[in-house]
């Protein structure tokens, strides 16, 4: 004979959260606690110190760059061995741009660090950059040969998996970016799907940054697990 769950428990049941994903916010959601800045001077004035709050804000708990000046937000910790998630739009109405999420961040702030770049640009969320430290030396990265791309002379730049595939959704509606970094490896998935991928990479630990590069481009649910 079968007896019936009483009906607290059946509450019980249907309303209990999921259980912890071991994910942490890097973003509050309410300002930029835990986060630094930097941003290039003028031409004109390159003593000048741009305002942040000109460039990044927070609003309704999404994190929104003008992208002017060029520069990014970096976090103030380091990180080595994690799987980092986030979520990005350029506005529906724009024309997209240009952004990109600089890992193991590295040495002096400049425009721009010493890091390898998960590329945000419109429809080339995947692809991967290299950017040299202060001395121009390119960090090493094993990144399949068949996808660097031979218009770029410094051999910076590595397309994605079947780079002519749009993974991404439309401007105004949100993707997803997951990265993991384990040791000098890392991969990069958008929305669901595995874009790319580097291995023995000299450079495993450092700060995470968002760029400002141009376009207005809009974060949220950026979280981390170790």
């Known amino acids: 004979m079968c007896r019936s769950l009483p009906l607290l428990a059946v509450i019980l049941v249907a309303t209990s959260t999921p259980a912890d994903d071991g994910f942490t916010p890097l973003f509050n959601g309410k300002d930029t606690t835990g986060w630094t800045f930097t941003l290039r001077p003028p031409k004109d004035t390159p003593d000048a110190k741009p305002d942040p709050k000109a460039t990044w804000s927070v609003t309704d708990g999404v994190l929104v760059c003008t992208g002017k000046p060029n520069g990014y937000i970096a976090t103030e910790k380091e990180y080595a061995d994690y799987t980092l998630r986030l979520k990005w739009r350029f506005p529906k109405d724009s024309k997209g741009g240009n952004s990109g999420v600089l890992l193991h961040l590295t040495g002096e702030n400049r425009v721009w660090p010493n890091s390898v770049e998960a590329q945000l640009a419109a429809w080339q969320a995947g692809d991967i950059w290299l950017i040299a430290d202060k001395d121009g030396r390119l960090p090493k990265l094993d990144i399949d040969p ?19 595939e749009k993974v991404e959704k439309p401007f105004g509606e949100w993707n997803q970016y997951e990265i993991t970094c384990r040791g000098g490896d890392m991969t990069l998935t958008v929305n669901g799907k595995m874009m790319n991928e580097g291995k023995n990479g000299e450079l495993k630990k450092g700060r995470i940054a968002l760029q400002s590069e141009g376009a207005p481009i809009e974060f949220k649910d950026i979280e981390i697990k170790k």
């Not at 068949?146 to 002519?164: C, M, S, T, V």
């Open 146 to 164: 068949a996808r660097k791309d031979a218009a770029n002379k410094e051999g910076r730049h590595y397309f994605r998996l079947n780079k002519d």
